[in-house]
T-cell receptor, first 116, second 118 residues
Framework: GESVGLHLPTLSVQEGDNSIINCAYS??????FIWYKQESGKGPQFIID?????DKRQGQRVTVLLNKTVKHLSLQIAATQPGDSAVYFC???????????????FGQGTILTVHP | GAGVSQSPSNKVTEKGKDVELRCDPI?????LYWYRQSLGQGLEFLIY????????KSGLPSDRFSAERTGGSVSTLTIQRTQQEDSAVYLC?????????FGPGELFFGEGSRLTVL
């Protein structure tokens, strides 16, 4: 079946470095993508989202890039901090011909570890 | 409350027993979701509520799983005759409205209920 998956299960970086977390998706009908951060013992927390009619969106220290040609999504974190250590999930919603609800398909997750 | 509240935070039960997991969404949020996160896995959609109705329950893994929502607020996920493969973290999320527009419409997740079936 169609799914959203991640290339790298773990990523270790030094504090201050930039981090890039990648995600591949297979559903060409995907219309809306979200990155979530999940810290140990907590629920996922929204980071940033992007719609399929865009290829880049920036937030505070984070940038999401979308390449629809190769069905690839990435999350860039600038000046990574120890507090950024968590599991990062990409998620997608296919276009539903109108308003969609939060039926997300999640990737497997990438563990980001930031060393001081 | 300030966020999505779930109880119990941890539940250990014996195989074959029934369990109930509770979710209190953010006040005013009309949409409520249940997801399941198994060890080492991503999150799987279980069911979506809009108000007290469940227009999408396609993710419920078997007829042992059921959920209800009352008063457009609290939801209960019930698992009957639990099996070991039901062990997981069950996450509840709510959103202000079901229609996702670019930007908010984001889901707010609770901290989950960890279920262990012995």
């Amino acid at each position: 079946g169609e799914s959203v998956g991640l290339h790298l299960p773990t990523l270790s970086v030094q504090e201050g470095d930039n981090s890039i977390i990648n995600c591949a998706y297979s559903n060409s009908a995907s219309d809306y993508f979200i990155w979530y951060k999940q810290e140990s013992g907590k629920g996922p927390q929204f980071i940033i989202d992007i719609r399929s009619n865009m290829d880049k969106r920036q937030g505070q220290r984070v940038t999401v890039l979308l390449n629809k040609t190769v069905k690839h999504l990435s999350l860039q974190i600038a000046a990574t901090q120890p507090g950024d250590s968590a599991v990062y999930f990409c998620a997608e919603i296919p276009y539903a011909g109108g308003t969609s609800y939060g039926k997300l398909t999640f990737g497997q997750g990438t563990i980001l570890t930031v060393h001081p | 409350g300030a966020g999505v509240s779930q109880s119990p935070s941890n539940k250990v039960t014996e195989k074959g027993k029934d369990v109930e997991l509770r979710c209190d969404p953010i006040s005013g949020h009309t949409a409520l979701y249940w997801y399941r996160q198994s060890l080492g896995q991503g999150l799987e959609f279980l069911i979506y509520f809009q108000g007290n109705s469940a227009p999408d329950k396609s993710g419920l893994p078997s007829d042992r799983f059921s959920a209800e929502r009352t008063g457009g607020s609290v939801s209960t996920l019930t698992i009957q005759r639990t099996q070991q493969e039901d062990s997981a973290v069950y996450l509840c999320a709510s959103s202000l409205n079901p229609g996702l527009v670019f930007g908010p419409g984001e889901l707010f997740f609770g901290e989950g209920s960890r279920l262990t079936v012995l």
